[in-house]
């Protein structure tokens, strides 16, 4: 059956498996102390214009979230997210297990707003009551979000003026980075991202690999001791290899931009056939996830065919469902898609 | 060079990459919900004779002692251990940061002692005072232990005994379980074990995985919402297919017995050569890890061609030292070490 | 200066002194073993229609609501409370540190609905992207609320209905109970709460006490080891004496409700005064807490004279500000307001 | 019946209850912004010769400790204290509640050796498997020890120099600090303590105040948001006034100091009386806890009359146990046990 339901119903993308099986008995110490690993980060501090970052390799999002997060707050610290970004939301408490509660601004189709973020942060300044209250230390979001979207270059800009207003870091969540620098509608690119975020994640497992996140600290101003910290919070691989000999592979030869510019052009077909077949999109998504809004009757009628996710029911009976792309996705499976509607 | 530093130098047993590349553009759900985590599973259940058991797979050794601990204690107790256990040590507070204290008793050459844990329980029995401490919740040991040594059936059994007594469950940590299992001084196997302890795991990462550890609850008793929990710590991953392929392979026409049995053969041989050379033992022990007394002279000259951990600097200026064996090693890197000695 | 900031601006009732002092050089036991906190425990049974009630007096309110909290729910469980609940807003994070979310449902006028906990309860079920999310763990409210208004007994009614058709426990915070109970805007007495909620606490800090919050759980049933618990948490006091003369004091000859009464009584009159000087207030309560709606020119006015909140800047320009009364507020007190007035 | 179980058996200073009293209606702000808290703050400031410290009033000593330490602390660091400090065994898991594992080093008479802190501490460097381990973020000590023993002013400078050496802050634990500054044995004065401890404090609880316990910061460098994290940590009192009036009366006309003599002096009694009588002191104190060796045959004798507290049971039948003395103990109780012995 034909599934659309996220981007990580696959393994790997076969350039790493094939890495995996040259490297397999090579002999290399654990914990990121590999070649594979130094060369991941070598790559990757290349191709983000940071040559002194610190790269660490981590397990999955979830993890990597929770690290950075707990890393860089005091106890008696939040982070400001969206309402609707996946700290907020959908990792199981795994912000709350550190001990931080997560502070949320408005969300506008995933997006945070610098207005209203600088708004949320001057109500603690000369205000003793907020002594009270968890403070604001970080300032988290996604790019691409949780709903598609992406921030431009001025929005981000304006975010991260905000926050350096505050003096609080900038946090962006790239568990799908490659499909937002990979969109025609993105206006930055990798050292864009690395110019405005104090520390930010490539993601592996939605873009290609089996397993791995790239947290990279830019200015090369990782907290001390945060290899100590990744492991204490369940994000660290004994075989730092295999994220290792991963990243390495993605980012040599731009392979981690071209597989994600597969995955934005399906969906772009994706879109053009849902817009051409009549079915409204809920948000208009310029990355792999695309949310149109179906009818009951035609969810009954695809669902022995292919797999996709509803998002939201609609008081009218109707659903906003997701259908997302990634690197494996082939034109033949939207060609299948089409043909089922 | 070569590298006895520890069992996870290399990638993965060559079977699990084929399957890993047999199966990699099948599209399967995520989280654990594909048909390999369903067929590892079966698998498993069926290896450790036990039908009715909750089977979980989680990334690594660190995420899964601190995910089981802390989904098994209240917020009041902490885990029973030998001084020497690995979560009384090595886990970077991964147990702390949980919120548990991890209470000692003696380490008799990694093992405790039943007699003692006994005695170190009942003293929290009918003493007010003790309502101001830290309450045992549950008991941890490792088999084999940090030290390569194997309880026997009956030191367990005695263990066993006083958990029941003290209603205290048993946690037996499993990540070098195989090396354990194909020892020939193990008197018990795995449906053993997985009648003995109340929860356990089986290694994969350092048993011919990439990464990996499959949690057996036996009786099929898992703590309610088990599953996210694992998410909160960290031990999730998203393509759950890693795992689930891997130890499909690894529990199919007993794999992981038959690798396992090479680093016991290879093992068995490092200690006839370092018994041979005249070169004492510190730890009798008898599963994949050797610990030799070398000189310093002996170290230097040894250092430029094999790779070896240094355990414990004794007073006289030798060093208790460490070599481990593994799945991947061959008679080959023993002749090659002989020759060097 | 007179102040209307709170309901803590003044030491102890009188008779809590006397008490103190009468009974100082009493030899007794530390941590709530002396016969004071005994008599307070069995009086606060028998005013509650509790016989077989577990008390607990702990220190304050903040680390009541997270001893209770954390000692309740699993690790993998948040507490829903209205948007407006203390512990959503203002508890510095206490929650979060025991790692748990809060979990928020809408607020009106302080008060959460029934039918509105009930949809969000609802969709955990038959769902299973929740298990990526915070489960619900238990049911919190105040009574009064933040807002000072009341639940009546059919409101909490539907509440405990829905907390019983989810198997939630009901937590119903009264850091002002007895301002709500001698309230005429009251429909239920002491012995509703404790047969409606699973557990209470009774307010000593804001209604007489120098502090002190008495723990109960009306059906004997609370968690096992809770002292410990108590103790970890930082809620537990070595002179359990302090709490014990208090509560024993407030619990002796209805003490509680009758100085509850003189705080209600005073409210009243503050109420009608802002009425009857034409000022609007923002919340109809029946408590001790009254909002009225004052301009910046009569706030900069009374300013010299009497110390109130600010609770919310209005876009016009207008504040809502909060009075509270108390035990200790006195006829001549809002005498001297309605001459500023 | 005598008791002679703790410190902490009786109410307050009669000094104590006596403000309470006359400042019970006066109006002041909560959380420690009253005047009374203020006048605590300078005139310990004064006591201490560190005009520029910061101060904070706490609730206990558990909360205390926890609070310092969570604040002082970063996620990955563990305290280092004797095996037998209070924060290793009776704090009821509060310190690992906040994610830090208590670090031993060997208590010798419940005293740390400096020496065996630098070779502890020496460890850690240089050493990559330590990455692996929880990591020393302060050092804590208790003085008096919970064994009654006092450092000289030679040992605390001597582990100072180890703390400076390897910048970690010296935390000391003065739950008894009174008891400590007027034994005869004590070569050094509070403000020694303010020069050699990073941060420390002032027990209340057990030298005469109903609750409490003063931190300080001698140099006036609290963590950042300290009151938030005492908040956050259950150790803030919402009438601040209560810890205020106590610990302003204490440190007036030095009060504190006086009323600790008192308790000496009966020790010192208690500690002739029992040598008198060929009662064996299995620790040699000078401080206001005696620890004399009875027989079972003489404390079934006593218990009827006396009560004390049963330490340790020593292999011949016989045990260890405490006779405490505090600011209320009078010669009379002392003559009473006299005539029991």
Redesign the interface.
Known sequence: ???F??D?????H?AI?QA??E????????YGDDRFSGEARERIRAAAGCPAADVFLL?????TN??VI??ML???E?VVAPETGHVA??????I???????LTVPSHAGKMDAGELRAFLERFHGDE?R?????PGMVYLSWPTEYGTLYTKQELTDIKAVCTAYRLPLFLDGARLGYGLASPAADLDLPDIARLADVFYIGG??VGA??GEAVVFPKGDA???F???V?????????G??PGVQFATLFKDDLYLEISRNAIDRAMELKALFEAKGYPLAIDSPTNQQFPILTEARMAQLRPHVAFEVWERLPDGRAVTRFATSW?TTPQQIAALAALL
């Open positions: 059956m034909l599934s339901t996220c990580y119903n696959e393994g790997a076969p498996l995996l099986m490297t397999n008995l090579e002999q290399e110490p654990g397990v999955g999002g979830t993890q929770a690290t707990d890393a005091r106890g008696y939040g939301v959908h990792e199981a408490g795994a709350e297990f550190g001990g931080h509660k997560v009551a002594d009270h209250m968890v403070r497992t939605k089996l397993c907290p001390a001791h290899f100590t910290t492991k204490q919070h369940g994000a660290l691989l004994a075989k290899r295999l494996a």
